[in-house]
């Protein structure tokens, strides 16, 4: 009995070695079939349609980002009833992390997982599913090594660069944007800014005895909000446009200038702080490499440029036109334009003008942007109106609010 068994397993070996050397009439043994990673999630579906019920939740290929973050940014959770809708829900999730790029998702049935019997009458599907997104992160830049070009990151879909300087507004006017980041994206946005009129550099006038005046000290704050929202982006053909209110807080550090006249001296005493306010309406174009905007608003906010020259002042308009009471410098509405242009990313050069309708001696005021040029926060005005010309120092400080930065996974935020 044991010869026949050793006989037998002789003849066995004798014919695997022969199959596997190919010799005719014997056949080789079937491969064993590889494990593949499908099988392990589970049978692939389609992520369209629904709802299914959740049974497991997984991600793959996240590094930096903690298990934990990526579990809390998600609402697929197990046993619960979902549809396409909410995988999408989720990935716009998952995309407004920093540190994510792109987020894949794929859907596989589960077969040791039926479906639970009170959801069988509303789930496509008698497995649970499995919901598996793949994250793609951006690359770390080390400290000491350089950051990965741009050309080296793919951009986000959808993405385009931004400039890295608020375009929100220039000097006292607003634009159709918002803030850094999201300018030509519809919305709310909120800017505090601050103008600081030093003083008059040079200037001519003819209302009192044609004299020529230069250094003279103004002091005069000009504290806004700028609360507005663009009701339309711009594209290749449209201009974008927004509406906002415009609320304006004046103050002098220093006495307004008086005005002398040859037999006559006028001590001009005007109110030391003033509260103005606007509403309007304003549309910004990009043409070529200038983004102009143009706009009408309603309000005495304008009356703030009566504030920069002694020749508008109450008593000096009652002399120089020849009234019996002083006359205020009054406006219910304006007429501003700008022109912005970005010669560098973080120097704007731009200039503004405000027309406001209805003022006695017809002002104009051009603010103009030239931190470019001067290399520092050193700015100039022209203020022009019937019978003279003021050419004025001011600074400037613009804080956007909201939105302070630009889009979480963009470019412009950390690509």
């Known amino acids: 009995m044991r010869a026949l068994a050793g006989t037998f397993a002789l003849v066995v070996s004798l014919a695997a070695a022969a199959a596997a050397q190919g010799v005719p009439g014997f056949a080789a043994p079937a491969s064993t079939p590889t494990v593949s990673t499908t099988s392990l999630l589970g049978v692939p ?15 793959q290929g996240y590094r930096g980002v903690s298990l934990y973050s990526l579990q809390n940014k998600v609402r ?41 019997e009170n959801f069988r009458a509303i789930a496509v599907s008698t497995m649970m599913v499995r919901i598996v997104f793949t994250i793609e992160e951006r690359p770390l830049a080390l400290p000491g090594l350089d950051r990965p070009t741009e050309a080296a990151v793919p951009p986000a879909p959808g993405d385009s660069k931004v400039p890295p300087v608020s375009l929100s507004g220039v000097v006292m006017t607003p634009t159709a944007y ?8 519809p919305g709310m946005g909120l800017d505090i800014n601050a103008a600081y009129f030093i003083g008059r550099l040079y200037g001519k006038n003819s209302l ?16 806004s909000t700028d609360g507005k929202m663009q009701i339309q982006s711009e594209d290749r053909l449209r201009p974008a446009m927004a509406v906002g209110a415009h609320g304006v807080f004046s103050f ?4 307004q200038p008086s005005i002398s006249q040859p037999g006559v001296s006028v001590n001009v005493s005007a109110k030391t702080t003033r509260a103005l306010g606007e509403t309007y309406f304003v549309a910004s174009k990009k043409v070529w490499k200038a983004r102009m905007s143009t706009g009408y608003a309603y309000g005495n906010a304008a009356e703030r440029i009566a504030l920069l020259t002694e020749f508008l002042s109450p008593q000096a308009l009652q002399f120089s036109m020849g009234a019996t009471s002083p006359v205020e410098a009054k406006s219910k509405d304006t007429f501003f334009a700008s022109i912005l242009f970005l ?24 603010n103009f942007k030239l931190g470019y040029f001067l290399k520092m926060n050193f700015d100039l005005s022209y203020l022009m109106f019937q019978g003279g010309w003021d ?22 935020a950390g690509g």
């Not at 002098?252 to 006495?255: A, C, F, K, M």
């Open 45 to 59: 579906m389609s992520i369209e349609g629904g709802p299914w019920v959740v049974g497991d939740v997984q991600f």
């Open 76 to 116: 697929a959770r197990r046993g619960a009833l979902f549809t396409t809708t909410d995988i999408g829900g989720d990935i716009e999730s998952l995309k407004s992390m920093a540190a994510v790029v792109t987020v894949d998702t794929k859907l596989y049935g589960i077969p040791e997982m039926p479906t639970p």
């Open 178 to 185: 918002r803030g850094i980041g999201q300018y030509n994206t």
């Open 208 to 223: 009192s005895s044609k004299q020529t005046n230069f250094i003279d000290r103004l002091g005069v704050w000009f504290l």
């Open 252 to 255: 002098r550090d220093s006495p």
């Open 343 to 366: 010669p560098k990313p973080s120097y704007p050069l731009a200039v503004e003008v405000l027309k406001p309708n209805g003022m006695p001696r017809k002002p104009i005021l051009f």
């Open 391 to 412: 050419l004025l120092g001011q600074f400037q400080f613009r804080y956007t609010h909201f939105p302070r930065t630009a889009p979480r996974g963009s470019r412009a």
